[in-house]
């Protein structure tokens, strides 16, 4: 779930853009906890796009999902770690004005102690990658 600053939320009526930090499981392996993610708001969703919505029964709480299908009432999304849970499973289907936006890329932080010149290369490497919508997942996610 990434977190969103009230000065990052005052500055999304004016920019296009913003930043979320991803904090736990929930979509491992395609987002780990720590990852920072660039998100366009209002941005065109369709099945497979991981997004950032407002949880429907804490509009304080952002959660980051795949939205998996439309279906009536709002979009249904699900984690791409079936453990974790909090996804449509437990709260069904996500108004789409709850919606804030869709993530274009993700950005892995160096972590602490990764020093030596090939950890760094690696990391150097793919700390930033674009998230992709999975249409492929979307499939495999709507059979659970």
């Known amino acids: ?17 913003g930043l979320a930090e991803v904090r736990g499981p929930s ?3 395609t987002l780990h906890h720590g ?3 660039l998100l366009q708001y209002g941005a065109r969703v369709r099945p ?30 699900l984690g791409d770690n079936p ?22 890329l993700r950005y892995r ?5 990764q020093r030596s010149p090939l950890t760094v290369v690696r990391w150097a490497l793919t700390a930033a990658r674009p998230v992709l919508g999975d249409r492929s997942a979307s499939r495999r996610l709507r059979a659970r």
């Open 83 to 104: 453990y974790a849970g909090g996804d449509s499973t437990d709260y069904g289907t996500v108004p789409e004005d709850l919606v804030l936006g869709r993530v274009w």
């Open 109 to 113: 932080p160096l972590k602490e102690g």
């Open 27 to 29: 979509m491992v392996p």
């Open 48 to 77: 497979g796009d991981v997004i950032v919505l407002r949880h429907p029964f804490q509009q304080d709480l952002l959660v980051v999902k795949r939205a998996v299908e439309r279906r009536e009432g709002g979009w249904w999304v």
């Open 35 to 37: 990852d920072q993610l």
């Open 1 to 17: 779930m990434p977190e969103l600053s009230q000065e990052i939320e005052r500055t999304r009526a004016l920019l296009p853009f």
